[in-house]
């Protein structure tokens, strides 16, 4: 079966500032079709990197991306950006709705940005089922935050991509409302078969997904498969152990 999201030895290096910083050290990976994964590990280990470089929101230094089977870092800037739009669906912290919009023309934006037709039933119907079918006319600010993400995780839904990834999608929000959303989350990969990629500094959040992968230092350091909260803050605690006697 081809893989949702396959990463091949990505190394992403910075130098803008005179000294070379690897925030990416050689990671490959892959992330079945129709699974759940949380990525973890400390600060400044290259989740966000890793995230935005298998998203193509970034470009690895060298390394490869597949997406369903295609090479994402094989095309050009312009067909980088058409293969996103079509192919993956990204979730930030921060929901990145365009405040002026509706939730209904929020949701509807990938399609029209794609040149697709605005498949208005189709929202409504995701927007229903993720409890909002009564919000589709209201703005951004009309909504907790907890509902925001839901229209961010709907506008990411609306393209039908390979794969979703997701940036610390609860970090911004109370407890309830990230149960919510990561309720959710599980239930878009396991209800609905699509595949989820989520960046998390949250043992209880990490638990809603069927397996974690580890970084630090910008590698591997491990995987854990059905995680739960108290196992993976263990691992967490050890890896802190190892980038500290580093
Ligand atoms: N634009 C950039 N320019 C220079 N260095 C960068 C840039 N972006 C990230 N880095 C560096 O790359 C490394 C990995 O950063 P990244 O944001 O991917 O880590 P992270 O694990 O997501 O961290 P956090 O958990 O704090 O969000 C860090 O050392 C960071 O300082």
Wanted: one cysteine or more; proline letters at 4%.
């Amino acid at each position: 079966m081809t893989a949702a999201a396959h990463l091949d030895s990505l190394y992403r290096t910075y130098d803008d500032i005179g000294t070379a910083v690897t925030a990416l050290d050689g990671v490959t990976a892959t992330f079945p079709a129709g699974t759940f994964t949380a990525v973890m590990g400390p600060s400044g280990s290259g989740k966000s990197t890793l995230l935005q470089c298998a998203a193509g929101l970034d470009r690895p230094t060298s390394g490869r991306v597949f997406i369903d089977g295609a090479e994402l870092t094989a095309t050009k800037d312009t067909a980088m950006t058409k293969f996103r739009r079509r192919r993956v669906g990204f979730v930030f912290q921060d929901y990145n709705l365009l405040p002026a919009l509706t939730v209904e023309q929020n949701v509807l934006l990938p399609l029209r940005l794609d040149g697709r037709r605005a498949d208005r039933a189709r929202s409504t119907e995701i927007l229903t089922r993720l409890g909002l079918g009564e919000r589709l006319h209201d703005l951004p600010e009309q909504l907790s935050g907890g509902q925001r993400q839901r229209v961010a995780i709907a506008r990411a839904l609306v393209t039908e991509p390979a794969v979703i990834f997701a940036d610390e999608p609860t970090g911004a929000l109370d407890l309830r409302s990230a149960r919510e959303v990561l309720t959710l989350l599980r239930a878009v990969v396991h209800e609905h078969g699509r595949t989820v990629v989520m960046v998390t500094h949250d043992p209880v959040a990490a638990a809603y997904a069927d397996s974690v992968l580890f970084l630090a230092d910008g590698r591997l350091a491990g995987s854990l498969s059905a995680p739960t909260a108290e196992a993976v803050a263990e691992r967490l605690a050890h890896l802190g152990d190892r980038v500290g006697a580093a």
